[in-house]
């Protein structure tokens, strides 16, 4: 079945009633969790973590707030934590993705994430006294919290590790992109992790797949360069392994419709760059009393 872009039905994928009696609306949650992801890729980014680390952070976070979702509108338990709570989460998240992702070339330690983070959010440095010894167990708490959460499992799937960037690698070499053409797609594809609308689909074949993500980035990025691409389009789509359909070219002017949308509001010089009254939070300890619930609810599988 095809569908048009009026026609897409999105999912509600997440509780977002689960972040703050602030968040009364989808349009506000996903503004939080735009807010959120930019805090990881800017982490990310002052560590000197790779693109890889970035997406595969955000992939934890999503799906962390997805099984916390479900949980909450099964009543397996109540879940009720303040905002700040969740960028400990997107703290955790990246140290987790830097021991999957460990290279002996950049050996970062969790005082390395607390620092950055804590800098991030207060534009002032940790110091070594009872605010960081009480981050950091905050921290630690909270990654144990999320390895429970997601059973532990935290690899990136198997398929070529399941993740666009190695797709769109594979389609600039072919095409034999220059610097200008394969920065932008790049831009673009590290771009649509943060729009919910790229996400969240209820209908099976309007979802997008990551390989489907590089392409439509790559195209994208053609579009906005205006530059003709090297070869006809349905030879191309043949030659990088898909086939030019209807549904096809609908899901790539959807991706295009909705990254349109993104970047007419987006504006990096309007990021929330510090977020003092978030630091002050993450220097108190936290309890996290749904521990309990998780585990009667595991132990009852």
Do not use: M
């Given at each position: 079945m095809n569908?048009?872009?009026?026609?897409?039905?999105?999912?509600?994928?997440?509780?977002?009633?689960?972040?703050s009696t602030s968040c009364d609306s989808w349009h506000q949650f996903k503004s939080f969790y735009k807010d959120l992801v930019i805090f990881t890729r800017n982490l990310c980014?002052?560590?000197?973590l790779s693109s890889i680390n970035y997406y595969h952070s955000v992939t934890l976070l999503q799906k962390y707030l997805f099984i916390i979702s479900q949980k909450v509108k099964s009543k397996q338990f109540d879940f009720k934590n303040g905002i700040h709570y969740y960028y400990l989460i997107a703290m955790s998240c990246t140290l987790v993705s830097i021991k999957v992702?460990?290279?002996p070339m950049l050996p970062l330690k969790v005082r390395d994430v607390l620092?950055?983070?804590?800098h991030l959010l207060s534009n002032e440095n940790l110091l070594l006294n009872d605010d960081y010894y009480t981050i950091k167990e905050n921290v630690i708490k909270v990654e144990q919290h999320l390895l429970r959460i997601l059973e532990f499992d935290v690899g990136l799937p198997k398929k070529m590790n399941q993740l666009p960037h190695p797709y769109l690698l594979n389609f600039l070499y072919?095409?034999?992109s220059n610097q200008v053409e394969s920065q932008v797609s790049y831009n673009i594809l590290n771009d649509s992790i943060l729009n919910l609308s790229i996400y969240c689909r209820k209908q099976e074949?309007?979802?997008f797949g990551y390989e489907e993500i590089a392409i439509?980035?790559?195209l994208y990025a053609f579009e906005m360069c205006e530059i003709t691409i090297p070869i006809e389009i349905n030879?191309?789509?043949?030659?990088?392994?898909?086939?030019n359909t209807k549904n096809t070219n609908t899901k790539y002017n959807d991706f295009k419709f909705h990254m349109d949308l993104f970047y007419q509001t987006y504006d990096p010089d309007k990021e929330v760059t510090f977020r003092p009254e978030i630091s002050i939070e993450i220097c108190k300890p936290i309890s996290l009393v749904e521990d309990k619930d998780i585990k009667d609810s595991q132990s009852n599988k």
């Open positions: 569908h048009s872009i009026e026609n897409i039905e999105y999912q509600d994928i997440f509780t977002y009633e689960i972040i980014s002052l560590l000197g992702n460990y290279s620092n950055v983070g804590y072919f095409l034999e074949d309007t979802r439509f980035s790559l030879d191309l789509y043949l030659l990088l392994g898909f086939e």
